[in-house]
């Protein structure tokens, strides 16, 4: 009767094996698929990142072109049309310049990230948000001034002008440094991804050695001893 029993039990044994191996190997795949998800989402977010605090520097020498165009002996039109233009990339940057210190942005990341990040835009010695703030100021002076240099058919005021110079040379020479500081949170992120996966790689080595060595090797020897009794 033991004997009639003996090959139905086996294969309950060999289907319960294969289903907690299965359920182990699922287990590690899920887990592999959650942190390289994470590591990727984060490399995408600081090269996004990046991608902005690099248009910010652009955009800066953008305006001061546009600016200048206005300056001189232009016609009305020509000098309406580089002011407005001048007035849209400075929304742009703006929008830019808040998506930066939004709360979630670098934060996400890690906090000792934003706290880097942090530094650049309001502690010393570069204060980067202090910049663009004085930027924007200028920028906004000279809107206003060519308002009134059009009504009046004149040049923009050397002072204004003057002003928002020295207000972009600033912002640019601080947005270096910031892009800089950028470049290597993307490097380390980039290096924190290529260790996840390397680790997430051995796991998964590991998981397969561990279902091999600890549940199928043991089961396959107690099935050959059991197929022995039943010749």
């Known amino acids: 009767m033991g004997s009639t029993h003996s090959p139905e039990r086996l294969r309950a044994r060999t289907m319960r094996a294969g289903i907690i191996a299965l359920l182990l190997l699922a287990d590690s795949v899920t887990a592999s698929s959650f942190f390289i998800y994470e590591g990727n989402s984060k490399t995408k977010l600081s090269a996004e990142l990046l991608d902005i605090a690099g248009s910010q520097r652009m955009n800066a020498r953008y305006l001061g072109y546009a600016i200048a165009s206005a300056q001189g002996t232009v016609s009305r039109s020509q000098k309406i049309r580089n002011l407005k233009k ?17 709360k979630d942005a670098w934060g996400s990341l890690s906090a000792n990230t934003n706290s880097q990040v ?6 010393n010695p570069v204060q980067q948000n202090q910049k663009f703030e004085a930027l924007k100021i200028s920028v906004r002076a000279i809107l206003a001034d060519g308002e009134r240099a059009v009504v009046e058919k004149r040049a923009l005021s050397l002072t204004e002008f003057g002003q928002f110079r020295s207000a972009a040379e600033n912002f640019v020479r601080g947005q270096q440094t910031t892009v800089r ?8 992120m980039e290096q924190n991804k290529l260790l996840l996966l390397f680790t997430v790689a051995a796991l998964q080595l590991l998981t397969l050695v561990s279902i091999g060595y600890f549940l199928l090797r043991p089961f396959a020897a107690n099935l050959a001893t059991k197929s022995r009794k039943f010749r």
């Open 86 to 102: 001048a007035g849209q990339i400075l929304e742009k940057m703006q929008s830019n310049h808040q998506r930066l210190l939004a």
């Open 118 to 123: 942090m530094a650049i835009y309001k502690e």
């Open 181 to 188: 500081t950028y470049v290597k949170i993307a490097n380390k």
